[in-house]
């Protein structure tokens, strides 16, 4: 507690799975076991900063994607 990241690797959570994160105590690992690259959604967040459209898009897309490699997973 107490240690904050740079802004350019945030990402928006809802908070149950803020706290979800927070008590899996590895946001990355969290997030792949959602089927989610955080880094890459962080980094494709930071390079659009300006533009809430795209990144409305770039949050929908991951997520669908994530749903459709879960769904193929089973």
């Known amino acids: 507690m107490g240690r904050k990241n740079a802004d350019r690797w945030a990402i928006p959570a809802c908070r149950k799975c803020h706290d979800a994160m927070h ?10 076991a959602q089927g989610l690259d ?7 967040l930071w ?15 991951a997520w669908q994607a994530a749903r459709l490699n ?3 997973a089973e």
């Open 47 to 61: 390079a659009c900063t300006g533009n809430d459209e795209i990144a409305r898009r770039t949050i929908l897309r």
């Open 70 to 72: 879960k769904r193929a």
């Open 23 to 32: 008590a899996a105590g590895d946001d990355e690992a969290y997030l792949a």
């Open 38 to 44: 955080g880094r890459s959604i962080a980094f494709a």
